[in-house]
Structures are given as structure tokens and as C-alpha cells.
């Protein structure tokens, strides 16, 4: 895992932008996965900068969601469509048929999910998949507990991350207790993975996702075993790294 310290959130947003927007230039054809969260809001707004000054053209490149709330769809300003429509998509030239989220909409499960993971096999698989980290150690949605050997599923959220997302709600019974999402196996067949993760209460999961012992109780620790991971993360967030494991930063400043 390589890991680059970003000074504050601002410079995450940056570095990591960095790494998208090399990643669309090589291949202009590229399979984004993309995450939602605080954390990526940085990048889709540096990622929006550059395209606005012609330095990055999304138009023939594709994007797949990590997850969406059951029940919600891009009519419920708390659904992750319409984050992702509002934070990123309006602003920039990704043809319309050429995003996809789930849909939270489509109730029975089995078929959504079929659905979701054909939508993403036949894209050819997912060439850079971003990802935030949840308290918990979540990717995705993919829970404290979760099989390492799953594809796109329903899962029931826990209540931590239920208690985490009621900041995006008016109050924490309006969370969704269902969600669908890409499992740890879509997440690990990317061929590249960048983690971004900013401020301190990120600190202590982090240590654990990048040193801590393989187990499905902390779903980030499997990223351990993916071949081309970065993380970028800020000061905060690596405190708890540089604090034990020093050695582990790229580009330390002095
Ligand atoms: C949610 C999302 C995750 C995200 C996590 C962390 O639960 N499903 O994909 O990584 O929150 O969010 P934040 O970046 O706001 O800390």
C-alpha cells in the first residue's frame, strides 16, 4: 500500500483528484467506481475546477456508485444518486447513460443486485475505485461482519453508521435502514484502489485498516491484499500511522 500524506483536506482533495484525473487521461475510457460521503466531496470539487479549465474531459468515461440507501432514488435529495447528481455529474460531461448507481427504487433485491453487478462486468470491470472509510471500517456499506466474498448485496446498515449518516437527515429514525451495495469482491477485482480518509476521528481506523490483522469485523483491513492500493490521507487522519509506523508515509514533510 503506498500512502501519501496530504496536509489537510484541501491537499487530500488534491492528490487525489491527482490520481483520478491521470487515471482519465491515460485511458479516457476508464470505469470510475465512485463513493459518496464527506470525504470525496473535495475531489468532485477539484475534479469540477480542472474540467471547467478543459484540463479533464469525462465524456468517454463511465462511473459506477459503491452503494444507495433502499428506497431512496435521484427524487430523494438523501439519496446517494442525487448527492452524486448535485456534487458532481451536473457540473461535468459524463454522458448521461454512462453513470450508474444502483436503484434504491427497485425493491426486490436479488434482482437489483443481479442487475448491478451485470451493469458492472460488462463495463469490463472497474479501473479505479474510490473509497472513503467509515468509522466502523465500512467500505461502501459493506458492515463490520461482512463476507469478503461478496458481489453487490443488500445489507442492514449498523447502528453506528446509521447514528454517523442522521447528520444528512433531519433525524437519525429518517436514515434508511437497508442499503444496497458493491461487496468487498467488486471492490477487490478494481484494478486500482484510492482511499481517502481526512481528520482525526479517522485516525485510529485507518492504523487498523492498513496494520491491523486481515478480519471481516474490520471490512477495510482486506485492502491489505489488493494489489495497488493508495491511500490519501491528511494529517489527522495518518496521526495515528505516523505516530506508530512512521516509515509507512510517502512524502513525510520534515
Ligand atoms: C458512508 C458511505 C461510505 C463512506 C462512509 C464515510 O457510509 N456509504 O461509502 O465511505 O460513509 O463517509 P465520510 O466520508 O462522510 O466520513
Redesign the pocket.
Known amino acids: 500500500m503506498k500512502i501519501i500524506y496530504a496536509k489537510d483536506y484541501e491537499s487530500m482533495s488534491r492528490n487525489a483528484a491527482n490520481i483520478i484525473s491521470a487515471q482519465v487521461i491515460i485511458n479516457p475510457k476508464s470505469v470510475l467506481g465512485l463513493?459518496?460521503?464527506?470525504?470525496p466531496l473535495g475531489v468532485y470539487k477539484q475534479l469540477i475546477d480542472w474540467y471547467n479549465k478543459g484540463d479533464i474531459d469525462f465524456s468517454s468515461a463511465y462511473s459506477v456508485n459503491?452503494?444507495e440507501y433502499v428506497g431512496l432514488d435521484s427524487s430523494s435529495d438523501q439519496s446517494y444518486a442525487y448527492f452524486m447528481e448535485q456534487n458532481f455529474f451536473k457540473y461535468i460531461n459524463f454522458q448521461k447513460d454512462h453513470t450508474f448507481v444502483p436503484n434504491g427504487k427497485n425493491l426486490d433485491a436479488q434482482n437489483e443486485c443481479a442487475r448491478y453487478n451485470k451493469i458492472i462486468s460488462d463495463l469490463g470491470g472497474i479501473d479505479l475505485q474510490l473509497?472513503?472509510?467509515?468509522h466502523n471500517g465500512?467500505i461502501?456499506?459493506n458492515e463490520p461482519g461482512a463476507a469478503f466474498e461478496k458481489e453487490t448485496h443488500q445489507i442492514q446498515l449498523a447502528p453506528d453508521?446509521i447514528e454517523a449518516?442522521a447528520r444528512f437527515f433531519e433525524k437519525s429514525e429518517d436514515v434508511p435502514q437497508k442499503a444496497y451495495t458493491m461487496g468487498i469482491k467488486n471492490i477487490m477485482n478494481a484494478k486500482k484502489i484510492l482511499v481517502i480518509a481526512s481528520g482525526l476521528a479517522k485516525a485510529d481506523i485507518l492504523y487498523e485498516a492498513v496494520f491491523g490483522a486481515i478480519r471481516p469485523s474490520v471490512p477495510a483491513t482486506i485492502l491489505q491484499l489488493h494489489n495497488d492500493v493508495t491511500i490519501v490521507a491528511d494529517a489527522d487522519a495518518l496521526s495515528t500511522i505516523i505516530a506508530k509506523v512512521p516509515n509507512a508515509i510517502e512524502r513525510l514533510p520534515k
Not at 463513493?35 to 470525504?39: D, E, I, R, Y
Not at 473509497?131 to 467509515?134: D, K, P, S, T, Y
Open positions: 463513493a459518496t460521503g464527506s470525504s459503491l452503494d473509497l472513503g472509510i467509515g465500512h461502501g456499506f453508521t449518516n
